[in-house]
């Protein structure tokens, strides 16, 4: 539930605020609850109403169960059985279809080396929930079916069914219990939304606006849940002008609603294409027919480029192979102080690979271009995000500052950040102006965002330079 009072109480004390989303999800403890009022807790809940209409088809069940052959439905019994016996059998296909995936998981965990004994241990006991049931969905099955045709015979012959019904009933409620306690996903985090406002001059410096349960969730259904939250948060007056996430959530900082805001997504794009165009088609691209044209044309390649292809393997003098000639066309597009990276990292290209890195880079430079057309400039930018339609302002979208310090951090502890010797470090450990301890040197604690500020703290500068 999106917490509007928060937000306007927000708004209230600060109207003129430039306010940031922040996202954060959180690890809780597992766990499946129903209380004496049948009432559902530790339930994965996206605010999509999911879990509301499998409690309200819960709840439902229930009430049919307990009335069953009771009062006015003792006359409607054969019908009510009908349905029951319709309900079971979307029981058994569906506990078939979850013990077998359940099943899968357990043999694909069980042959992996690394997998830990309490995961098997839980897939184990879940397998046997799904088995359990099913035996149990079978005999109601066979006694149902036992009761419905004794319901057509004469009175004398059908024996106590309104005893057999009654205990019908009892067996049936811890039945349906269990059994929607697997149709239930139990959340394992806490997404929490937060606002907080740009200048960050006064506490509390975020707020909780929204808080949602989940096990496991996308990058696009994040960004849905984002934009609701923005366009409460518009709907009311107040400006956004950013959205913060953890390291997690990587796409969410590289495309926008509409189109990339990163370079980076401009280059997984690229690649992500060229991996799914077959060798045979980016040689058809390449290769000019009996006209002077290429057989297939691609907007993206130049047909300068295919043609000086096709001069230098059709040279008169010493013709070059099409093999060697592709590698000599891949190195005369970068600048001779610079090689090509390899299509597959640490592997030499071959002459696929050489030719999907090709055609990656083609299409790379195709999107830069397209897009400045349309006034994104990726030739001057690695960022550009994108402006909101309303207030005219870039939304920026960010990772956590306190997980690019501790990548920093850990880059400079495994000493990558060239021009800094380590030993200084050492010296600094036994300086007591400094107030570095071993933990923050060694990076012991690797999520101790304290530690990560005394490696850097002014003093420990200060004594760098002097040395």
Same mark, same amino acid.
């Given at each position: 539930?999106?917490?509007?009072?928060?937000?306007?109480?927000?708004?209230?004390?600060?109207?003129?605020?430039?306010?940031?989303?922040?996202?954060?999800?959180?690890?809780?403890?597992?766990?499946?609850? !129903?209380?004496?009022?049948?009432?559902?807790?530790?339930?994965?809940?996206?605010?999509?109403?999911?879990?509301?209409?499998?409690?309200?088809?819960?709840?439902?069940?229930?009430?049919?169960?307990?009335?069953?052959?009771?009062?006015?439905?003792?006359?409607?019994?054969?019908?009510?059985?009908?349905?029951?016996?319709?309900?079971?059998?979307?029981?058994? !296909?569906?506990?078939?279809?979850?013990?077998?995936?359940?099943?899968?998981?357990?043999? /694909?965990?069980?042959?992996?080396?690394?997998?830990?004994?309490?995961?098997?241990?839980?897939?184990?006991?879940?397998?046997?929930?799904? !088995?359990?049931?099913?035996?149990?969905?079978?005999?109601?099955?066979?006694?149902?079916?036992?009761?419905?045709?004794?319901?057509?015979?004469?009175?004398?012959?059908?024996?106590?069914?309104?005893?057999?019904?009654?205990?019908?009933?009892?067996?049936?409620?811890?039945?349906?219990?269990?059994?929607?306690?697997?149709?239930?996903?139990?959340?394992?985090?806490?997404?929490?939304?937060?606002?907080?406002?740009?200048?960050?001059?006064?506490?509390?410096?975020?707020?909780?606006?929204?808080?949602?349960?989940?096990?496991?969730?996308?990058?696009?259904?994040?960004?849905?849940?984002? /934009?609701?939250?923005?366009?409460?948060?518009?709907?009311?007056?107040?400006?956004?002008?950013?959205?913060?996430?953890?390291? /997690?959530?990587?796409?969410?900082?590289?495309?926008?609603?509409?189109?990339?805001?990163?370079?980076?997504?401009?280059?997984?794009?690229?690649?992500?294409?060229?991996?799914?165009?077959?060798?045979?088609?980016?040689?058809?691209?390449?290769?000019?027919?009996?006209?002077?044209?290429?057989?297939?044309?691609?907007?993206?390649?130049?047909?300068?480029?295919?043609?000086?292809?096709?001069?230098?393997?059709?040279?008169?003098?010493?013709?070059?192979?099409?093999?060697?000639?592709?590698?000599?066309?891949?190195?005369?597009?970068?600048?001779?102080?610079?090689?090509?990276?390899?299509?597959?990292?640490?592997?030499?290209?071959?002459?696929?690979?050489?030719?999907?890195?090709?055609?990656?880079?083609?299409?790379?430079?195709?999107?830069?271009?397209?897009?400045?057309?349309?006034?994104?400039?990726?030739?001057?930018?690695?960022?550009?995000?994108?402006?909101?339609?309303?207030?005219?302002?870039?939304?920026?979208?960010?990772?956590?500052?306190?997980?690019?310090?501790?990548?920093?951090?850990?880059?400079?502890?495994?000493?990558?950040?060239?021009?800094?010797?380590?030993?200084?470090?050492?010296?600094?450990?036994?300086?007591?102006?400094?107030?570095?301890?071993?933990?923050?040197?060694?990076?012991?604690?690797?999520?101790?965002?304290?530690?990560?500020?005394?490696?850097?703290?002014?003093?420990?500068?200060?004594?760098?330079?002097?040395?």
């Amino acid at each position: 539930m999106l917490l509007l009072t928060v937000l306007k109480e927000a708004h209230k004390s600060h109207p003129s605020g430039r306010w940031w989303i922040k996202a954060d999800p959180c690890d809780v403890r597992k766990g499946l609850r !129903e209380s004496l009022r049948y009432q559902w807790n530790g339930d994965e809940d996206l605010g999509d109403g999911a879990l509301q209409r499998l409690h309200t088809a819960y709840t439902k069940q229930r009430q049919f169960i307990t009335c069953l052959g009771l009062r006015e439905r003792e006359r409607i019994l054969s019908q009510d059985l009908d349905v029951v016996m319709s309900n079971f059998t979307e029981d058994e !296909e569906f506990l078939k279809r979850g013990g077998e995936n359940v099943r899968k998981a357990y043999e /694909e965990k069980r042959n992996k080396q690394k997998s830990s004994e309490a995961l098997l241990m839980t897939l184990a006991w879940d397998l046997t929930g799904f !088995e359990e049931l099913l035996a149990q969905c079978l005999k109601f099955k066979e006694t149902v079916g036992n009761i419905k045709n004794r319901l057509s015979m004469p009175r004398s012959d059908q024996g106590n069914i309104r005893s057999e019904v009654s205990i019908l009933r009892k067996q049936l409620l811890p039945y349906t219990k269990d059994l929607y306690g697997k149709r239930r996903t139990a959340a394992t985090h806490l997404f929490v939304f937060m606002i907080a406002d740009e200048l960050r001059n006064m506490k509390p410096y975020a707020v909780p606006a929204r808080v949602l349960p989940f096990k496991s969730i996308s990058d696009q259904k994040v960004r849905e849940l984002e /934009e609701e939250i923005r366009n409460a948060m518009t709907s009311i007056g107040m400006q956004v002008v950013g959205f913060v996430t953890d390291g /997690e959530f990587s796409s969410l900082r590289t495309m926008g609603k509409s189109r990339p805001i990163s370079i980076i997504q401009l280059i997984s794009d690229a690649r992500a294409e060229a991996r799914a165009t077959s060798v045979k088609r980016i040689e058809s691209y390449l290769c000019l027919g009996r006209d002077g044209n290429p057989i297939c044309r691609h907007p993206a390649i130049p047909l300068v480029d295919v043609r000086w292809l096709h001069e230098c393997v059709n040279e008169d003098g010493v013709p070059v192979p099409f093999q060697e000639a592709i590698f000599r066309l891949q190195r005369r597009m970068f600048p001779h102080s610079h090689d090509p990276y390899p299509w597959v990292t640490g592997k030499e290209d071959t002459i696929s690979t050489c030719l999907k890195s090709i055609m990656a880079t083609y299409l790379f430079r195709e999107k830069v271009r397209s897009l400045k057309e349309m006034g994104v400039d990726f030739t001057q930018h690695l960022v550009v995000p994108e402006t909101d339609t309303q207030t005219g302002e870039f939304v920026h979208q960010r990772e956590d500052h306190n997980h690019l310090l501790k990548r920093i951090i850990n880059c400079l502890r495994e000493g990558q950040i060239p021009g800094l010797d380590l030993r200084y470090f050492r010296d600094a450990l036994h300086d007591p102006n400094t107030g570095l301890t071993y933990e923050a040197t060694t990076g012991r604690n690797k999520q101790s965002v304290p530690d990560c500020e005394k490696l850097i703290s002014p003093w420990s500068h200060r004594l760098h330079g002097n040395q």
